[in-house]
């Protein structure tokens, strides 16, 4: 997307040299008068070189019977050469000119944003093949290549670090200031800045496949995308268009035939209604301010895929949070192991030990805590041979260890399994683990309670403020749906300051809960990590995805994904897409506002058409800089 200078702009030059040929007929008009051929000739090629590319375009659409304003300006220039106004027909011109240039002008400077993005990847990398450190173009870089960056260098490709240990700055892609701290099989990504060791990169992806061309991409087709109130316009448009075409054939005909009128005074103010009605700043009012507000997301590391969804976002009155990884940290440890029968084995943690040795089959975060406590305890988990491992979905893992069947999983699993051998006493320690906030797991055999392993994600330190904010900002009702059993999330659920909890939801539970908060609360977003949460995020009013930064699923499936890994920018997205939802309003209202205060003063003779154009010229000004202010939204 290259961004060609003023001076090399073949709109822009054509603007010029029509406006400065307005201003020579001007003053040919004053010195050799109205009946002189030279400004005539002067205005008629001010009309032809400013309005060249309108006019095509114009006729095109008048054959078509397709009328847009580019079909009114063109009627309306060449009524007035009939008339004889060459003057107002090349003021109308070179004021349409400008008001075409503004409009592009203003898009251009809202997407400088997705510029700076394309501008932060190196076009180039230091890459070591066959021992040798050589600098080659990213396009060449091949999967596999080690990357070499050195202290203070940007980023060039994504990869995974196999050497080295240092800081890197991700705000480029994930909009966080402060650095994260990378070292052996961290991700990296494309445009971030390495602060200050020496980093050996793996790259993992091609360059047109890294997160921050990605990004661009989206973003750019995002802003593309039309808005409900872009429609809204095209709308209005499509009825407002064909009832000027009438009023004005009315004034054109009625007066004159019926009242006396003078015809060419009426023929006037017929087509300079004509040129007025042209809803110049109404139709740019929507689409800057969609296109700002989505680079400026973009910039605070916030990707939201079209304008519907920017503006659904400030429509929200309720946000449902998948817990895990969302309002948690996504990494449980293990907090508490309790023995309970230790009889059948050789010393009181065997048990655990098995339990940890099956678990090693499973994909399940809770699964890679046991495996990580054992493993820290240096338990031997290979000498276990695992058979007739089956998952229960949702519950627990069913395996056979030395002709032995072993139960690992909720308490649930065990009552519904196993109801005979779970005690009272078993059922209260569960209790009064889960009222701590922790998840508690069984371990057992086919006629015993082995032992639970109790395990706690924590919370992140800035849920409880994210969810406090976001009540502040009107949002009636927060959600927490989580697999845990109702008392660990009932815990939680009061720690974060959540008004409601559902617990213990199977991955298919959270998409009839979804489907009952839009019935019970209209619009609903739908907070999770984008994996097994794809379903209720599509099913939302806004899907939105966390740590969106190299994660495709993410990237695909949510109509927002938030680039860092927490929900700390979820409020500024929120108050972005409200205050967009409010400079669109004003625009639409201010638009139709000088525009039905214009007509009404051509109607009644009141004010000149190159008037009535300088207004709309500064109308669209007015709208566009209006828009802009979406850049000052900040993430607070």
Known sequence: MTRIPLWRNQGAIRTFISGLLLVLGLIFYFIYGQD????????????????????????????????????????????????????????????????????????????????SLMGIAPKEASIKRNGQEMQIPVEEIQIGDIMIVKPGQKIAMDGRVV??????????????????????????????????????????????????????????????????????????????????MVIALGMVTIPPLFFGGIWEEWIYRGLALLVVACPCALVISTPVSIVTAIGNAARNGVLIKGGVYLEEAGALSAIAFDKTGTLTKGIPE????????????NNHLEWFTIAAAIEK????????????????????????????????????????????T????????????????????????????????????????QTTILGLIAVRDEIRKTSQDIIQSLHRLGIKKTVMLTGDNKLTATAIGEQLGMTEVKAELLPQDKLEVIKQLKQANGKVAMVGDGVN????????????????????????????????????????????????????????TFSLGIKLIAILFIILGWLPLWLAILADVG???????????LTRIKNE
Not at 567 to 572: G, N, T
């Open 36 to 115: 002189s051929l030279i400004p005539v000739l002067t205005f008629a090629s001010s009309i032809v070189i400013g309005g060249f590319t309108l006019f095509i375009q114009g006729f095109k659409n008048l054959v078509r019977l397709q009328f847009d304003m580019r079909t009114l300006i063109t009627v309306a220039i060449l009524g007035a050469a009939v008339i004889g106004e060459w003057a107002e027909g090349a003021a109308v011109v070179f004021f349409f000119a400008i008001s075409e240039w503004l409009e592009t002008y203003s898009m251009d400077k809202a997407r400088q944003s997705i510029r």
């Open 163 to 244: 050497k080295g240990h240092s800081s890197v700055n991700q705000a480029a892609i994930t909009g966080e200031s402060i650095p994260v701290t990378k070292a052996m099989d961290h991700e990296i990504f494309a445009g971030t800045l390495n602060e200050e060791g020496l980093l050996e990169v793996e790259v993992t992806k091609k360059s047109e496949d890294t997160t921050i061309a990605k990004i661009i991409h989206m973003v750019e087709e995002a802003q593309s995308e039309r808005a409900p109130s872009q429609a809204f316009v095209d709308r209005f448009a499509k009825y407002y268009t064909p009832t000027v």
């Open 334 to 345: 293990v907090t508490d192991i309790i023995s309970l029968n230790t009889e059948t084995h």
């Open 361 to 404: 089959g499973s994909q399940h975060p809770l699964a890679t805590a046991i495996v990580r406590k054992a493993e820290q305890n240096n338990e031997a988990l290979s000498k276990y041979e695992i058979e007739e491992f089956h998952s229960i979905t949702g519950k627990g893992i069913q395996a056979t260890v030395n002709n032995q």
């Open 406 to 445: 072993y139960y690992v999983g909720s308490p649930g699993l065990i009552k519904e399994r196993l109801s005979n051998v779970i005690s009272e006493e078993v059922i209260e320690k569960i209790r009064q683990l889960q009222q701590e906030g922790k998840t508690a797991m069984v371990v057992a055999t």
């Open 533 to 588: 949460d794809a379903p209720a995020l599509a099913a939302s009013t806004v899907g939105v995805a966390m740590g969106g930064a190299g994660t495709d699923t993410a990237l695909e499936t949510a109509d927002i994904a938030l680039m860092a890994d927490d929900i700390s920018k979820l409020p500024f997205t929120i108050r972005l897409s409200r205050k967009t939802l409010q400079i669109i309003k004003q625009n639409i």
């Open 619 to 629: 109308a669209t000004l007015l709208v566009t800089l209006n828009g802009m202010r």
